[in-house]
Every structure is written in C-alpha cells, then in structure tokens.
C-alpha cells in the first residue's frame, strides 16, 4: 500500500513567488493534516480536514497561506506571495477516524521549502 | 484540554545503555496515546499507540511504553541503545476526536 505522497520534496524559490505545495493521502483515510517543521518553532499543525472539510485552520499563519481539499485523494496549501520566513519543511499526515480506530497519522516525507 | 509534556529535549546514551524518554500528558477523557520517531530528513514514523487496552505496548525496533494513568505518564524505554535509534522522538495524544497534540520532541544521541 502506498503511503503518503508529498511533492515536489524540495523547493527553492524567490520572495514573493507563489508556491504550491502537493499532497495525496492513503486511500480511504478520511482526515487529512498540514503541518510545519523548523527548529524554532517544532511542529505546528496549520490545517486539518475531515472528509474533504476544513475543521480548523487556527494555525494558517496568515492569509497568504491557504490550503485545499478538492477530493479526498488530493490536498494543496499554497503560499502568495512567499516570504523567507516560510523556509521550513511541510509535511503532511492522513488519518482514519472514526469506527473504533486510533486515527494514528501517517505522515509524508515532507517538503522541503527555501524561500530566498 | 489535551497537552503533552516531553522532559528533556536532548538524551545521550551509551550504545548498549537503556533509553527512557519521558512524556506527561493531560486529557480531559481517557486517551490515546503515541510515540513516533523522525529520523534526519524522513517524516514521523509510528512507534507504537496506547488505545486503552494492555497497559505495556511493544513497539518496533524494540521500545515500548507504559501507560501510567496515576502519573499521567507514557514513557518511552528501549533496554539496550543501538547506533540506529539515534533520531527525534514525538509523544503525542488524542483526545480520540479529530485533533492531535504533539510534544516539543526529544532528541536522541546514541554514544559508541
């Protein structure tokens, strides 16, 4: 079975370039999460989604970032207009809820994104 | 509320030492409880999970964790360190709804 897929893995892009991120989750999960690794901050979860619904997006920093959900096997969260701030690794996790499971999450191998 | 308290941010062990990773959590309803690993440039990989069942749960790579409701408490053990263990290690919880909180992480270094 197929994991979570994320791309592109790296990115390198100029400051106030828009950059779109890719993710498709294990078939049949229902929930879908966004977060954000750097060595200040740790991990913070920016979005959530359960059944193709965002639930809470508390964490987006601000409006340049915004994430999507068109179908349950396919997610983006893009940055307009980027800054170098946003230099950080994304990675994104699914999940099963529901029916008596864990809802442990699976997460990507992340995307790696240096903004100049 | 759920949080998750993970003491130490950076453990030195001695290859062939035991590893114990501390973790505390608060829950407002009984919990499920993780513990993930993150080697350099990989993403978190599932450990093992606490879903109220035994309270001793074996994982891979030789870990396991108690869960100790009294000390609100998930610690991470391994008896012997190997090289290989050296990476981030994650507590986290579930207040079996749809969030998921994580804890600050521990590094691991593994000392030949």
């Known amino acids: 079975d197929a994991g979570v897929i994320q791309s592109p893995r790296h990115e390198v892009t100029e400051m106030g370039q828009e950059v779109t991120l890719r993710c498709k989750p294990i078939?049949?999960?229902?929930?879908l999460f966004w977060y954000r690794q750097t060595m200040m901050r740790g991990l913070e979860l920016l979005i959530y989604?359960?059944?193709?619904?965002?639930?809470?997006d508390s964490g987006m920093p601000e409006d340049r970032f915004s994430a999507k959900m068109p179908n349950a096997s396919f997610s983006t969260l893009k940055i307009q207009p980027s800054e170098p701030r946003d230099s950080a690794v994304y990675f994104c996790?699914?999940?099963?809820?529901?029916?008596?499971?864990?809802?442990?999450?699976?997460f990507g191998e992340g995307s790696r994104l240096t903004v100049l | 509320a759920q949080s998750v308290t993970q003491l130490g941010s950076h453990v030195s062990v001695s290859e062939g030492a035991l590893v114990l990773l501390r973790c505390n959590y608060s829950?407002?309803?009984?919990?499920?409880l993780f513990w993930y690993v993150q080697y350099p440039n990989q993403g978190l990989q599932l450990l093992l999970k606490?879903?109220?069942?035994?309270?001793l749960v074996k994982g891979i790579n030789g870990f396991e964790a108690e869960f100790k409701k009294s000390e609100t408490s998930f610690h991470l053990t391994k008896p012997s360190a190997h090289m290989s263990d050296a990476a981030e290690y994650f507590c986290?919880?579930?207040?079996?709804?749809?969030?998921?909180?994580f804890g600050t992480g521990t590094s691991l270094t593994v000392i030949p």
């Open positions: 996790a699914s999940s099963l809820r529901g029916g008596g499971t864990a809802g442990e999450l699976f």
């Open positions: 078939s049949g999960h229902n929930s």
């Open positions: 989604f359960n059944n193709n619904v965002p639930i809470d």
């Open positions: 829950s407002s309803v009984p919990p499920y």
């Open positions: 606490y879903t109220s069942a035994a309270t």
């Open positions: 986290a919880v579930s207040d079996r709804g749809n969030q998921f909180y």
